[in-house]
């Protein structure tokens, strides 16, 4: 049978699917894992994962539309991922992400990411949030919330993430969603502490020879959460931008502010916050692809060091809906050329002609040419037709993952391309964060090293089955070819408050982490890729108990 007579038949047979159960399908919500927070404060809880319920989803795997790979391959779900590639070694790649159990899931691969080998890392005292960044001297540092929910731990590979070092505390208390950056010759720490943003630094001078952190410091006016941190040019180790969005409850409007370090770690300390961006999207925002868990605008950000064309060039990625819960997100860039002091208009990523939703962009800058690229989920190609164009007769619930480029400073962009293998549904993952709150990505030697969340099972290695729990899976994006598409710029003015002050806090050394291994080589046959259909997205009825 043909692929398209498949696809043909599996439309007839769902067309008999009710749309009740549908619909309830989409409404499953999520619960919290025995700790009640109020909705805006920490998404740092992990919530259970929800009951598995029989699907009203495509039963067997399409065949993929795009040459995957299934990094993890392990049963659960994996979500919320990291993947990083050695500068001193681009055949090595690090996967990292939440798991089912207090641990971190680990993979690496050592030929460029046809194998893999997996365990955990910080095993049995690890609850989730790890992030990445590989510096220039081969040291992967990662940092991660404690399984108490009350430590920010950074830990060390200097062997490529096969091992990795006891954990050093860099923060305690009501912390969350902690994000890492490196510099030439530093490594930063910025999360959310008791309702404001932080950050810490440490210099780098070789491999395995780091720290200590200098006192943490508190970020003028930064009250907000679900940011990132990027180091810039200069010395002591580089400039310093922090980001952050707030109000963090609700789903919307909020702000995008950003604080800079001038002197790095000097002891200077961070400037007066600076208004980057509104948002129609807020802390906890409800769109169908992400109806359990929600989403934020998920701001991020990196500074150009290359010493390139554009050089001290900052680039901000963010979501934005283009009126108000009308669940038509998009993924906006804007740049900056004076330290953060100003930004350009904001210049749209996606370029689909739809009213679907994209959501939890991830921005990375590739070192040896200076290309910028993002990463997202998009809901461009999900019509309501079973097969085609979604798994359900819902539109707007199902996630493909698409990546694209700029090699202009943030001008235009590359037409996105599809990079996963098929259809995701967050709901039947029964994952308690959905496809998670980010997704984190690198580019080297013109190369978007992509990974995410993904249970359609398109190549059949999924071992929970199709359209159940989340694997990790891989396509890495080529930096070049393709027209970029012109794109309005402009200049608004950003307004600023100033304050700074200091706070020391202790540091720690708890226990070192384990690394168990394991090999598989999963890949996949390219297919035709299908023509994105523009569909106006309902909008969700669902009221959400507070949130984690």
């Known amino acids: 049978m043909n692929t398209r007579l498949h696809l043909t038949v599996l439309a007839a047979v769902f067309a008999f699917v009710t749309p009740a159960t549908s619909i309830l399908h989409a409404q499953v919500l999520t619960e919290t894992n025995a700790i009640d927070v109020p909705d805006g404060t920490r998404k740092c809880i992990k919530p259970k994962e929800r009951a598995p319920k029989p699907t009203d989803l495509l039963l067997t795997p399409l065949a993929c ?62 609850c989730c949030d790890g992030q990445a960044a590989w510096d220039s001297f081969g040291n992967l540092f990662f940092v991660y919330i404690n399984n108490s929910v009350n430590q920010i731990n950074v830990i060390l590979s200097t062997d490529g993430g096969a091992t990795f070092s006891a954990p050093v505390t860099a923060g305690t208390g009501s912390i969350d969603q902690p994000s890492i950056a490196v510099g030439n010759g530093s490594v930063w720490v910025d999360w959310n502490q008791s309702g404001s943003m932080v950050a810490r630094g440490a210099p780098v001078t070789g491999l395995g020879t780091w720290g200590p952190f200098n006192a943490q410091q508190a970020i003028p006016s930064a009250t907000g ?9 200069g010395p002591n180790g580089g400039k310093v931008i922090v980001t952050y969005q707030s109000p963090t409850g609700g789903q919307g409007p909020a702000t995008i502010f950003a604080n800079v370090d001038a002197d790095g ?12 961006s509104p948002t129609n999207v807020g802390g906890f925002d409800f769109i169908p692809a992400q109806n359990g868990r929600s989403i934020d605008a998920e701001a991020g950000l990196v500074w150009d060091a290359t010493g390139g064309s554009f050089n001290n060039r900052i680039y901000l990625v963010y979501t934005d809906e283009t009126v108000n819960e009308n669940n038509d997100t998009d993924i906006e860039m804007r740049t900056s050329t004076d330290d953060g002091a100003t930004w350009t208009a904001p210049v749209r990523v996606n370029d689909d002609a739809t009213t679907n939703s994209q959501f ?22 999900d019509n309501g037709v079973p097969g085609p164009g979604g ?20 001008a235009t962009w590359a037409p996105n391309r599809r990079l996963s293998g098929g259809f995701s549904n967050a709901a039947a993952a029964a994952n308690g964060i959905d496809f998670g709150d980010y997704v984190g990505l690198s580019a080297f030697m ?15 290695t999924n071992p929970n089955g199709t359209l159940h729990q989340f694997d990790l899976y891989a396509n890495p994006l080529t ?9 309005p710029t402009a200049s608004p003015t950003p307004t600023a408050t100033a304050t700074a002050t200091a706070t020391p806090t202790a540091t720690a050394t708890p226990t070192a982490t384990a690394t168990p291994t394991a090999t598989a080589t999963p890949t996949a046959t390219p297919r035709p890729t299908s023509t994105p259909r523009g569909v106006p997205t309902p909008r969700p009825r669902p009221t959400p108990p507070p949130r984690p």
């Open 65 to 126: 539309l795009e040459p995957v790979v299934n990094v993890s391959a392990t049963t659960g779900n994996q979500a919320e991922s990291f993947v990083n590639v050695n500068p001193t070694n681009p055949n090595n790649l690090v996967a990292t992400s939440n798991t089912n159990s207090n641990s971190i899931f680990r993979a690496y691969s050592t030929d460029a990411g046809t194998t893999w080998t997996r365990g955990t890392i910080a095993t049995g005292v690890a």
């Open 225 to 233: 959460s679900f940011g990132g941190i990027a180091v810039g040019p």
């Open 265 to 276: 770690l000097g002891a200077g300390g961070f400037g007066a916050r600076i208004t980057v």
């Open 360 to 381: 939890l962009p991830y921005v990375a800058l590739d070192p040896t040419t200076g290309t910028v690229a993002v990463g997202f989920h998009d809901c461009r190609n």
């Open 391 to 410: 798994t359900n007769m819902i539109p707007n619930d199902d996630a493909e993952y698409f990546g694209t480029f700029t090699t202009d400073g943030g």
């Open 446 to 460: 013109g190369k978007l090293y992509a990974m995410w969340a993904d249970n359609a099972n398109c190549d059949g």
């Open 479 to 487: 930096l070049t070819g393709g027209t970029p598409t012109p794109t």
